[in-house]
T-cell receptor, first 113, second 115 residues
Framework: ETGVTQTPRHLVMGMTNKKSLKCEQH?????MYWYKQSAKKPLELMFV???????ENNSVPSRFSPECPNSSHLFLHLHTLQPEDSALYLC????????????FGEGSRLTVL | AQSVAQPEDQVNVAEGNPLTVKCTYS??????LFWYVQYPNRGLQFLLK??????LVKGSYGFEAEFNKSQTSFHLKKPSALVSDSALYFC?????????????FGKGTMLLVSP
C-alpha cells in the first residue's frame, strides 16, 4: 500500500461524542499535517507535526486534539464538537527538508449533528 | 506573509478549447508555487510545481503553468480541455509556519468543461 490513507472516510457524530480520525502515510516522510476544508473557505492548516514534534495553530479550538505516535501515523481526536465543525478533514505528509510539496489523503468527511 | 489569490470562483470552457485558471501570488523572496486538483469527495492531487528554472512548468494530465515574475502570476493552462478535467483547482505557495514548511492555498477555482 502506498500514499496517504485516511480512515474513516465518512463520520457522523453527535455533539457529545468522542471520536478519532486516523491517518497513515507509507511514503517515508517526516512531516504530517491536518487541514480543514469547509465549503467556500480556503483550506485551513490546523496542525503540523515535524519529526513528531507538534506545531500548533492557536486558532484551532481545544476540542480538536492531535496525536502523532510515530512518523507514519497521525490522529485527530474529536470531542464535544459543534455543527460548524462539519467539514472535510485532510491529512497530508511531506519530506520537510525538501521543496514543500504535500501529499494528501482522500479526506474524512465529518458531520456533526 | 505568503499568500496566493485565485480571482475566479468558476471557469467555464468547452471541450477541446484551451483553458486558463488564474493565480497570483504575494511572497517575500523566491516563491515555491504549486497547483493541485480536487475531484468530488476526494483529496487533493498534485499537478505541478515551480521551484526555479524554466518559467513554463509541465505537469500531470497535460497541464502546464507559466511563472511570470513581473506580474507575480502562476496561471494554470491546458491546450485542449476534456470533460474529465472538470474539478476544483487550487493554487498554493510554500510558507513557513513557525519555522516549518507548509502550503498556503488559494480559495480554489471550479473548472467546468462542457461537452
Amino acid at each position: 500500500e502506498t500514499g496517504v490513507t485516511q480512515t474513516p472516510r465518512h463520520l457522523v457524530m453527535g455533539m457529545t461524542n468522542k471520536k478519532s480520525l486516523k491517518c497513515e502515510q507509507h511514503l517515508g516522510h517526516n512531516a504530517m499535517y491536518w487541514y480543514k476544508q469547509s465549503a467556500k473557505k480556503p483550506l485551513e492548516l490546523m496542525f503540523v507535526y515535524s519529526l513528531e514534534e507538534r506545531v500548533e495553530n492557536n486558532s484551532v479550538p481545544s476540542r480538536f486534539s492531535p496525536e502523532c505516535p510515530n512518523s507514519s501515523h497521525l490522529f485527530l481526536h474529536l470531542h464535544t464538537l459543534q455543527p460548524e465543525d462539519s467539514a472535510l478533514y485532510l491529512c497530508a505528509s511531506s519530506q520537510e527538508t525538501r521543496t514543500g510539496e504535500l501529499f494528501f489523503g482522500e479526506g474524512s468527511r465529518l458531520t456533526v449533528l | 506573509a505568503q499568500s496566493v489569490a485565485q480571482p475566479e470562483d468558476q471557469v467555464n470552457v468547452a471541450e477541446g478549447n484551451p483553458l486558463t485558471v488564474k493565480c497570483t501570488y504575494s511572497v517575500s523572496g523566491n516563491p515555491y508555487l504549486f497547483w493541485y486538483v480536487q475531484y468530488p469527495n476526494r483529496g487533493l492531487q498534485f499537478l505541478l510545481k515551480y521551484i526555479t528554472g524554466d518559467n513554463l512548468v509541465k505537469g500531470s494530465y497535460g497541464f502546464e503553468a507559466e511563472f511570470n515574475k513581473s506580474q507575480t502570476s502562476f496561471h494554470l493552462k491546458k491546450p485542449s480541455a476534456l470533460v474529465s478535467d472538470s474539478a476544483l483547482y487550487f493554487c498554493a505557495v510554500r510558507a513557513l509556519f513557525r519555522g516549518y514548511s507548509t502550503l498556503t492555498f488559494g480559495k480554489g477555482t471550479m473548472l467546468l468543461v462542457s461537452p
